[in-house]
């Protein structure tokens, strides 16, 4: 068995590996689709948890943005030339 034989038989195992996952993955999201489809109020939660952590996000990234222009504008020194 050459290197490359070993190298594409590698890169098999792993893209079979990260299929196996993606499938887990998916069932769970498949379990999660079917708990809001029996109870309309998980999804209530699950929308609220969505709002939430987006707000969070959103609020974070304003005031970061915030901070760097303040902190940009204290290094600037202005000179009028008349």
Known sequence: MTE?????LSA????QKAALELIAAMRNVLDVAEDVVADPAA???LVQGAV???K???ETVAGAAT????AA??????IRVD
């Open 4 to 8: 490359l034989d070993r190298r594409v």
């Open 12 to 15: 098999v195992d792993h893209v």
């Open 43 to 45: 999804l209530h939660t």
């Open 52 to 54: 939430i952590a987006a």
């Open 56 to 58: 969070t996000a959103t």
């Open 67 to 70: 901070v760097a222009t303040a």
């Open 73 to 78: 504008a204290d290094r600037v020194e202005r």
